[in-house]
Structures are given as structure tokens and as C-alpha cells.
């Protein structure tokens, strides 16, 4: 959370840390402010979109899905 605060995001926690597939997690919800994305420019030397999805080979990952609630 404090990396992305540091880029310039609004970062809140949406709930406690928890394990999942040998690590642990935080679910948060970040929100891009107004100066996120200069900031992202400043620190990583960028001068071109930093938000170009396409330009980027993304591994792919297990999908993590809620825990299903217990019927009554």
C-alpha cells in the first residue's frame, strides 16, 4: 500500500490481509488521483502513455475468486 501511495494514489484497504496460494494478500481499492500518472512518468523515466495495455505480455495468473458463504 505504501508503494502506491507513493506514486500518487489513493490507496484504502478494503479488508485484513489473508493467505492465498502460499502468500498472503491485502484486498484494496486504489484510486488514480490527479497527478498519478505524471508521477508514474517522473519516477520510471516515461515519456509516452503509461497506461498502454497492449504493449505489455502479461502472465497469466489464477483468478481469485470470494470465498462461497455456507448455506443455513
Do not use: K
Not at 489513493?10 to 488521483?33: F, K, N
Not at 498519478?36 to 475468486?65: C, K, N, W, Y
Amino acid at each position: 500500500m505504501s508503494r502506491l501511495m507513493t506514486f500518487g494514489w489513493d490507496v484504502e484497504a478494503l479488508a485484513l490481509p489473508c493467505p492465498y496460494d502460499g502468500s498472503t494478500i491485502l484486498p484494496i481499492c486504489a484510486r488514480m488521483m490527479p497527478d498519478t500518472i505524471e508521477t508514474h512518468r517522473e519516477m520510471f523515466g516515461l515519456s509516452g502513455p503509461v497506461l498502454d495495455i497492449d504493449a505489455f505480455d502479461r502472465p497469466h495468473r489464477r483468478r481469485i475468486e470470494a470465498p462461497r458463504r455456507r448455506s443455513a
